[in-house]
């Protein structure tokens, strides 16, 4: 079936680490999204790509890092300068950056540091 | 200024009735894609209904419908014949005209809807 993955589902780790956030899909699609969602709020945008090799900003980007080597992964890094890097992680995607399809979203992983 | 307002956080709906839950938008874009989403508490987002706004009619999507008013900017969810397992956090969504910068959907804060027997 397809459809967005995203491993693991909890991840615990400790202040001052790099952590990487695994993101894959096999939809086929070009766009792909890394959100942030912290207790009783909305989703806010870490990064976004369109195509492969090319990423840009999001809202709340500082201390966060990304790369597009595939199609189909896009792998989110929360580095030791994300202040308050506790919060559930979704990855989404759509079929095309330039035509209005909703995104599908991946199961999420929440991510406590401690 | 906020992109999407929800002012609700959180609603409670007797089992067979329906229910509205608010979204109102901001955007000088004539060009946009209002959005609707389902967050049940496992955390996955769901996709519910979309309504672009050059649409003359409401979308429907079988229970639910978007109540469209875009001189008035909101794009309501009417749920109709509410079931228990509608209870979860929804989430309205906008994405701006193709050609603005940033390919960003905006979420609203969201809503809790309790669905109860």
């Known amino acids: 079936d397809g459809g967005i993955t995203q491993s693991p589902k909890y991840l615990f780790r400790k202040e001052g680490q790099n952590v990487t956030l695994s993101c894959e899909q096999n939809?086929?699609?070009?766009?792909m999204y890394w959100y942030r969602q912290d207790p009783g709020q909305g989703l806010r945008l870490i990064y976004y790509?369109?195509?492969?090799?090319?990423?840009q900003k999001g809202d709340i980007a500082e201390g966060y890092s990304v790369s597009r080597e595939k199609k189909e992964s896009f792998p989110l890094t929360v580095t030791s300068a994300q202040k308050n890097p506790t919060a559930f992680y979704l990855c989404?995607?759509?079929?095309?950056?330039?035509?209005?399809?909703?995104?599908?979203f991946g199961p999420g992983t929440r991510l406590t540091v401690t | 200024a906020q992109k999407i307002t929800q002012t609700q956080p959180g609603m409670f709906v007797q089992e067979k009735e329906a229910v509205t839950l608010d979204c109102t938008y901001d955007?000088?874009?004539?060009?946009?894609?209002l959005f609707w989403y389902k967050q049940p508490s496992s955390g996955e987002m769901i996709f519910l209904i979309y309504?672009?706004?050059?649409?003359?009619q409401n979308a429907t999507e079988g229970r639910y419908s978007l109540n469209f008013q875009k001189a008035r900017k909101s794009a309501n969810l009417v749920i109709s014949a509410s079931q228990l397992g509608d209870s979860a956090m929804y989430f309205c969504a906008m994405r701006e005209g193709l050609s603005s910068t940033g390919n960003q959907f905006y979420f609203g804060t969201g809503t809790s809807l309790t669905v109860i027997p």
């Open positions: 939809l086929n699609h070009d766009a």
């Open positions: 309504q672009g706004s050059y649409d003359q």
């Open positions: 955007t000088s874009d004539p060009s946009y894609g």
């Open positions: 989404a995607s759509s079929i095309d950056p330039d035509e209005w399809y909703e995104q599908y």
């Open positions: 790509s369109q195509i492969v090799n090319d990423f």
